[in-house]
């Protein structure tokens, strides 16, 4: 189901649907760049490193496209919900987000049939959940705020005046009679309205001061004041904070999505996932912390029921047999679903986007996202069918081996959970929970204080002539 | 005309013919952004304050797409050639040019129907002039590199054999016999270059050594040497020379527009064209300078015969019964068309792009050139005709009034040369030449020390209970 912002508030209640429903979620981001200028991620990166150039990246760059693939086990198969969202950033009150691209990944989307202008123009609006928050906190400071003091002539004539009007009009005024000030300055309207706040209280009897806005001619604001039952004026009061609440809710736009995969408490899974998870903590959460250590607290925090990568997953040594080297995500998907006899998986009743996608579609987040979900599906079986057998059983045609339960929780698959894929580099994984591993680089030599601009060349024959075998030469940054 | 990666090359000619017989050039630019993140545009900035913020926007924010149009005076009326580009950076030879987007922006062009995918998908590559020239002059250089210098014994065999092959070879070889060498890594393939080079040398006779690039399977390359007469050798180097510097003098891309506009000697007109200009040089021509004072040397010296700035000439006191206080491109536009009697403007054979556009392709930046330029012509026109109106005369039908000549040489027209507006500052203008004018402040209050979030109300009460009537409050970043 592809999502952008004309029909993303309909579509909320799906959402939280298929993540309640599901047994796992998996999915996928598309991004505007991978890496600033200079600074070029190394083999050579310890985690640390490859996590600080990464922090750069999610502060600069935008994920542009998200896909999310729920996966439930019915019977004999699986059923996948996927949504396929665009996102762009709000630019209204205030907003203004700038953001990199890279010349490279904008074309790499490009080629792949990404719709930018679909992306521009009904991208969905969000803004870090924490933001919001700290936004719902000051609204609610904002009511508590200091008073004005009044100190110079003019504006003591003003609020005289003032209070000379409305308390002339309200001796004769009833229920339901309005009447309109005169047109002010924005200070002068926030001395307004705390003049007839404080006039308010000092109102006996059921009736109170309602105050509106009302736009006059050439779109000046007036205020005007209504003498209406003091119920009437409470309850309005009380819509407005609510209203203002509500719509800070709204322009929390896509992170609501994002606030929904943290708390539906089922296993998320990615494919070579690092980079999307970070971009997306950074985008839809909070800003990135400054270490590693850190940053894994903050995502196993969010993920309680752990995350799965099935590029950590396609390369470890219990699957060496079946990819033969290759963990490209369409590799990975074409392959399992060769394998024999997995279950297999079904796209839900309404969600017909990718029924007939074969393959053209890959690098759309929505279908990275099916791909990585229903390679998942069938890994897990895999793991199953080979240890232990008994939690694989034969449909009653035969045909399909099915979960006997959650496959996720056998010893096989929590070898996996929380391990997650680093890109080009012996880091064995990024451990978001227990111990981070380090590589073994025993046979790494480091050499220091080169001139500048030596070239490969030179190092080779000093290696070699050292009696030095060198496997391959790298710059470390 | 639309002009695409597509059409490019072949509208190139077209582009120098048009420039080579108009009488003057207008041009826009539409690009990602206007300010960076805390770096907003102040009404009190000075000039070279201004400068400083849009060198950080030139240097992070892209021009996307460029509008020239070209006007040439024909006996009673204007013929206007108009072409709209669209770039984008290019991604071959491991470039990879970053770059920023304002959300505000983006949205803006989208919102005027601007075309992202084809942006992505079809814009010209451009690479900066200086950046070519450069790239040049290091071509040179790496012909006259400094020789290999074998020191291991693996490459003293390496050498010794391929010595020996070759040697075996030419023996026997005759005219057009062809030898494929072993396959070998990039570091032996540049020895091979220079012992086959100094084999040249010592060649007595009419033939000599040509070696040739050979795609083995799997993509990998090996050396094949061909045994050919010396001229055929010298004429295949050179050759080769010339390819390379045609292939760099191709990558420049869209700046060879730019450097038709510097070279053509022809008056140039934008409207509102500050920006216009700094993000076009820094982006086609050079890294901007540091300083305004240094700015303004290279425009000046790039656009020879003059900058001028409709924008400012609608602003001027010339013009103010005209306008009315708006100097909005379009405002100017349409109200210079409905002046009466001057000579009109005319699209040319082969240029119907904009001819039934009526406004609604505003914010293309051909279309804005076109309005910009037709507005020049008939602002000229009007100085002239109200100034010395022997300048224009009627033309046979008694319809409209036409130009005598060259306006531009006129004392009036002089007054706007190279006098670019500065947009929402009390900087009279950006001067490209003489003196750079700055704004009478002795107005202008400047409070200093102020506490933290010190709110407008408080420093607008202080002013009133002081005596000082403001007029308007910012702040200066």
């Known amino acids: 189901m592809e999502v952008t912002s004309g029909n993303f508030d309909e579509t909320l209640p799906l959402i939280r649907e298929a993540l309640d429903e599901c047994t796992f979620w998996a999915f996928d981001t598309e991004f505007t760049g991978l890496s600033l200028s200079g600074k070029p991620t190394d083999s050579l990166d310890t985690m640390e490193e490859r996590y600080e150039k990464h922090v750069l990246g999610a502060k600069n760059f935008l994920v542009i496209q998200v896909g999310l693939s729920t ?57 870090p959940l924490q933001t919001v928050e700290k936004l719902l906190a000051q609204t609610e400071l904002q009511r508590q705020r200091d008073p004005i003091v009044i100190t110079s002539e003019v504006d003591r004539k003003f609020v005289a005046e003032l209070k000379d ?40 009897g059921q009736s109170g001061i309602l105050v509106e806005k009302v736009e006059a001619e050439g779109g000046k604001v007036q205020l005007q004041v209504v003498r209406t039952h003091i119920e009437a004026v409470q309850a309005a009061k009380a819509r407005e904070k609510q209203q203002k609440r509500m719509e800070l809710i709204r322009s929390t736009g896509f992170s609501q999505v994002f606030r929904m995969l943290k708390t539906c408490r089922k296993p998320g899974v990615g494919h070579n996932c690092l980079l999307d998870l970070m971009y997306c903590v950074e985008q839809f959460d909070q800003p990135l912390p400054a270490t590693w250590q850190e940053c894994r607290q903050v995502v196993a925090e969010a993920f309680k029921a752990g995350i799965y990568d099935t590029s950590h997953m396609a390369r470890s040594a219990q699957f060496a047999d079946l990819f033969k080297g290759s963990s490209a995500l369409e590799h990975v998907y074409s392959t399992m679903l060769e394998a024999e006899r997995l279950a297999p998986v079904e796209h839900a009743e309404g969600f017909p986007l990718y029924r007939s996608a074969e393959g053209s579609r890959a690098h759309e987040a929505g279908y990275d996202a099916f791909m990585t979900g229903t390679a998942f599906a069938k890994l897990l079986a895999h793991l199953a069918a080979s240890g232990v057998p008994e939690l694989c059983k034969e449909d009653e045609d035969e045909e399909h081996l099915v979960p006997q339960g959650p496959l996720i929780s056998t010893d096989a698959a929590a070898g996996f959970k929380d391990r997650i894929n680093v890109h080009g580099s012996d880091v064995p994984y990024a451990a978001l929970r227990g111990v981070q591993p380090h590589p073994e680089r025993s046979h790494v030599l480091c050499l220091t204080q080169l001139p500048l601009r030596t070239p490969w060349s030179a190092i080779r024959e000093k290696c070699v002539a050292a009696g030095v075998q060198v496997a391959r030469l790298c710059a470390k940054r």
């Not at 990199?100 to 792949?112: K, N, P, R, V, Y």
């Not at 002010?184 to 705390?194: F, W």
């Open 71 to 127: 996966f439930r086990l019915e019977r004999n198969k699986w059923v996948s919900k996927t949504f396929n969202f665009y996102v762009f950033p709000s630019t209204v009150k205030g907003q203004d987000k700038r953001f990199t691209c890279q010349a490279s990944s904008i074309s790499f989307l490009a080629s792949h049939g990404f719709d930018f202008n679909k992306f521009i123009h009904h991208g969905i609006p969000f803004l």
């Open 165 to 204: 009007r409305v308390g002339a009009w309200w001796l004769h005024a009833e229920d339901d009679d309005r009447l309109l000030l005169p047109p002010c300055n924005s200070y002068q309207r926030a001395v307004s309205y705390q003049v007839l706040e404080e006039m308010q209280l000092l109102l006996a």
